[in-house]
C-alpha cells in the first residue's frame, strides 16, 4: 500500500508542478513581455543618382550595397540613363555599417571615372502593428565621381 501512496503522491506532485509551470509562464508573458522568436526584419528603400562634376547622370556605372563583412557583395546594379539606381530589399537585415559602393564598369564607353563609396545612413521607422518589423529609407543620395586620369594625358602634360 505504501508503493501505491508514494506512486500517487508522485503523479500528482508532477501535475501540480506542471500546472503551475504553465500558469506562471502564461501569466508573465501576457501580462509582462510579449514572447517573439526569430530576429527582426527591415524593409529597405534606397535610391539616388551617380553623376560626373557637370551634375550629369552617368549611365551603366555598378552600384554596390555591402554589408561590411559580407563575401560576396549583398546587391548588385547599374545606373540608368539618367545615372539614377533604386533598390528595394524586403526583409534584409544589415548589423554592421553598410556600404554604397560605385564603380565605372564599362571603361572610355561613357569616360573612365574613379571609384567611390559612401557610408549610408538610414532612416527607420518602426511598423505600429509589428514590433520586430520596420522599414528603412535613404533616399536621394548623390555621388559624384571624378574623370580618371588616364596614361596618355598624364605623359601629354609633364
Not at 13 to 24: K, T, Y
Not at 81 to 92: C, K, L, T, Y
Not at 94 to 107: A, E, K, N, Q, S
Not at 109 to 119: A, E, G, K, M
Given at each position: 500500500?505504501?508503493?501505491?501512496?508514494?506512486f500517487v503522491l508522485?503523479?500528482v506532485?508532477?501535475?501540480?508542478?506542471?500546472?503551475?509551470?504553465?500558469?506562471?509562464i502564461?501569466?508573465?508573458t501576457s501580462?509582462v513581455?510579449e514572447?517573439?522568436?526569430?530576429s527582426p526584419?527591415?524593409?529597405?528603400?534606397?535610391?539616388?543618382?551617380?553623376?560626373n562634376a557637370?551634375s550629369q547622370?552617368?549611365?551603366?556605372?555598378?552600384v554596390?550595397?555591402?554589408?561590411?563583412g559580407d563575401?560576396?557583395?549583398?546587391?548588385?546594379d547599374?545606373?540608368g540613363?539618367?545615372?539614377?539606381?533604386?533598390?528595394?530589399?524586403?526583409?534584409?537585415s544589415?548589423?554592421?555599417?553598410?556600404?554604397?559602393?560605385?564603380?565605372?564598369?564599362?571603361?572610355a564607353?561613357?569616360?573612365?571615372?574613379?571609384?567611390?563609396?559612401?557610408?549610408?545612413?538610414?532612416n527607420?521607422?518602426?511598423?505600429?502593428?509589428?514590433?520586430?518589423?520596420?522599414?528603412a529609407?535613404?533616399?536621394?543620395i548623390?555621388?559624384?565621381?571624378?574623370?580618371k586620369?588616364n596614361?596618355?594625358?598624364?605623359?601629354?602634360n609633364q
Open positions: 500500500m505504501k508503493e501505491v501512496y508514494v508522485r503523479k506532485n508532477l501535475l501540480i508542478g506542471g500546472i503551475l509551470s504553465f500558469l506562471g502564461g501569466f508573465l501580462c513581455y514572447l517573439m522568436y526569430g526584419m527591415v524593409d529597405y528603400e534606397i535610391s539616388g543618382r551617380v553623376e557637370q547622370g552617368i549611365a551603366n556605372v555598378a554596390v550595397i555591402k554589408d561590411e563575401v560576396p557583395p549583398y546587391i548588385s547599374t545606373t540613363i539618367d545615372g539614377s539606381f533604386q533598390f528595394s530589399i524586403r526583409n534584409g544589415f548589423h554592421r555599417p553598410t556600404w554604397l559602393i560605385v564603380h565605372d564598369v564599362d571603361g564607353l561613357n569616360d573612365s571615372y574613379q571609384n567611390d563609396s559612401i557610408l549610408l545612413t538610414f527607420y521607422q518602426e511598423d505600429p502593428d509589428n514590433s520586430w518589423h520596420s522599414t529609407e535613404a533616399h536621394d548623390v555621388i559624384t565621381l571624378n574623370k586620369l596614361d596618355s594625358t598624364s605623359q601629354i
